[in-house]
């Protein structure tokens, strides 16, 4: 089936990527930056030329489409979703990809930053590359395949059935989101007008990785209100809300509930910004653990340690506020089964080890499950991701297109 098609994911992706997509934390805006409709609006055009006649992008940016039934039977009708943002972490702008080809196990240095180095001993997957194309950024900048890796395989996914009608299989949506490394990426998804029975996103890293399980996660902002007095007589009157600030951070501990000394299954307190004056500090965390219950036993440890510190300034008061940001999509997915088990079995055709994950992060699958579209997250291929060493083959994102294509035709099988 595969032999003689001519994979288009990678060819997409080098295009893709050189769009500056970054989306940010601070702004209150849908999308949270424009620029990210440029890549949505190819998108959905290039839909358009594949003969998806409903293709298009909607005000807040993301991009719907389907791609019709080819079969007579009642199939459920299965999403596709990748997002179009790369993460504020490293700059996405001017994104220079460059192909590695025949990868043979040698340290790639990149161009315009030469202390950026991809080395297979700091890297292993590259083991599994070895012979492989390597698509890299040029040093300067991450590369983006997260998640443009799975925007470009979904596309090739479309552009493949759209050319191949005898492929059986039931009614297929197309959800591209924008956002979603900012935690809004389905702040507006339309599920209605979507109709889709249960989906998967593509925002996964090894071939043949299947995701059923994310962290449960909360954001925290504590707000520190100080005594303020000029500081010329200032004496036994001012408190400093940032030097609280400051020892609240200093009485994290550094050995454990960090996200720099976890990993596996143990969750953290991880501060991720810090604003203010001497009158006023703002500190915003990030909560993490795969058991929701965790979450709160964190919380309370966070204010414990708040409080511990505030009784030394008992003139300054301090505000603790939690925001549930999304939850563990296997509460969702157990009761779900088929979902994951149609993954499992196309991963299987594909000729891949199945590799069953919990990711240590939130995908859109989180919370679209929990809003009615139970959806686990498959491999994508992205490795390094948010980091100017950020890498990923041809080969792996060819074999995520063929993937998805034994995945809807399983599904049309079993109904």
Known sequence: MFEIYQFSAAERFIRYVQIDTQSDPQSTTHPTTEKQKDLSRIVAEELKQMGIADAHMDEWGYVYGTIPST?????????????????????????????????????????????????????????????????????????????????????????????????????????????????????????????????????????????????????????????????????????????????ILAALPKDRLSPESTEGKRGFIHPVRVEGIAEKCTMDFIIRDFDTEGLVKKEDYLRTQIEERMRTYPKATFEFQVTEQYRNMKEILDVNPQVVDYAREAIARAGLELKMESIRGGTDGSRLSFMGLPCPNLFAGEQAIHSKLEFISVQDMNKAVETMVHLVQICEEKS
């Open 71 to 247: 079969t007579d039977k009642k199939v459920p009708v299965i999403c596709f979703c990748a997002h179009v943002d790369t993460a504020p972490d490293c700059s996405g702008t001017n994104v220079k990809p460059l192909v590695h080809k025949n990868y043979q196990g040698k340290d790639i240095v990149l161009p315009d930053d030469k202390t950026q180095v991809l080395r297979l001993s700091e890297y292993p997957y590259l083991k599994t590359q070895l012979g492989n194309d390597i698509i890299t950024a040029s040093g300067n900048t991450l590369l983006g395949s997260d998640d443009k890796a799975g925007v470009a395989e979904i596309m090739d996914l479309a552009n493949f059935l759209m050319a191949n009608k005898n492929v059986k299989h039931g009614e297929i949506k197309i959800l591209f989101t924008t956002d979603e490394e900012v935690g809004k990426g389905t702040a507006k998804v339309d599920l209605k007008k979507l109709g889709a029975d249960f989906g998967y996103t593509l925002d996964g890293g090894e071939a043949g990785s299947l995701e059923d399980e994310t962290f449960s996660a909360d954001g925290v902002q504590v707000v520190i209100h100080g005594v303020i007095a000029h500081p010329g007589y200032a004496k036994d009157k001012m408190i400093n809300a940032m030097k609280i600030a400051g020892e």
